[in-house]
């Protein structure tokens, strides 16, 4: 048995009991929500297919206009956490998700390239926070060892997400003329109003903190309560713990800049797919949306095998760069099968999906273990703020490759080079630094004392060479 084994055995009857209650009432709602999310964002990939030529889009226009919703993400993204810091999960959460529903329907106003721009920035202005927010959201109610498998479930909403909004929106499309609207826009509107009716739910569905959780019983709810405090004392030695020493944070930045590379493959691919896909033969847009389903749904299957994983050994530094580096393969292949052999590039582009989504729980557990408290609100914030700038540079890219050349290889590649080089530095920063090695993580082990004495061991003998 591995000693994160046992340290999960540790927790003992209430700590188990307790937090499978825990996932039970939690995990779904925020599955549910991101699911809505990643649909509202990602689902103009498929409008594209029939928008384009009613208003007049060209490839670099899309990818331009697919982008530019992570610039009004990205400069909202802190001062939106902070508002979730300072209100609650409940409340602050409920109104991303009434706003960014709001204009995720407005998409169906787009006229041209002008409406098509500012909406999609006022679309990733309104969802600003809601990642970053959920992510510190999980700090509050699991153990960080505890917490690459629980955001391997939340991260599922990614590939599950397309995997089932691929095929509704490929048959969506074709509601062309009901109601003298295109199918496009049928799109839009029928994929934006959950997120309104969501906002509304999400205050009598949520609970902000462990002591507030009347579901709980008194017992469980005291030993959350309690394992959670403990955790964030023993984390918060001998450091600087304030919303503004997340932003100054060292590793905050890096964190950021290892995520840019992350990202540029995730919505590089994703924005990307249905183009990528109709171009391997001609289909309908319902038959490009159910061949879309194949490659996420493995995917979806492969996080959370790699989630689990990576919570049983502790090894997040090594899962993460692994998955990447499959990615990159993936995307490096399907460039050079895409004009050769179809089943053979979908193939490839399945292996990139599971490397994608894969790396994104053991990555983001990393920052999530490193920083603390209100730190973490700010700091998760500006990761993914800065990170996500990533979904800007790489669909732009793509749709001016595409332009540029008439085909998708070049657009892979550079997601594919983008990737590899992001999982390279991952690993060589990440993995002799406790939060890339769970082993490595004194407050991790603190929790069990089976793992109290490797952990020590190894704290021990990596303090000489760590980066602090």
Known sequence: MTSLSMQSAGLGELGERTLRKVRRRIMPLIVLLYF?????????GFAKLTMSEDIGLSAAAYGLGAGIFFLGYALLEVPSNAGM???????????ILITWGIFATAMALVNGESTYYIIRFLLGAAEAGFFPAILFYLTLWFPAAQRVTVLGIFILAQPLSNALGAPVSGLLLQMDGILGLHGWQWLYVIEGIPAILLGLLTPILMTDRPRDAKWLNTDEREWLATTMEAELAAKSKGGNHNFLAGLKDKRTLVYSALYFGLVCGIYGLGLWMPTIVAALGKFSTAEVGFIVLIPYAIAAVFVYFWSKRADR?????????VSMVLAGMGLLAAGYLLPVNPVLALIALTASAMGIYGAIAPFLSMPSAALTGAAAASGLALVN????????????AVGLLKDATGNNQSGLLFLSFCLCVTAVATYLYARKRPEGDAALDPAVAALDPAVKATAAVNTAAVNTTKVS
């Open 36 to 44: 809505v999310a990643y649909l509202d964002r990602n689902n103009v």
């Open 385 to 396: 703020s800065l990170g996500n700038l990533g979904g800007f540079v790489a669909p732009y």
């Open 85 to 95: 810091y300072r209100f609650g999960a409940r409340k602050w959460l409920a109104r």
């Open 313 to 321: 050994t502790g090894k997040r530094a090594w899962h993460t760069a």
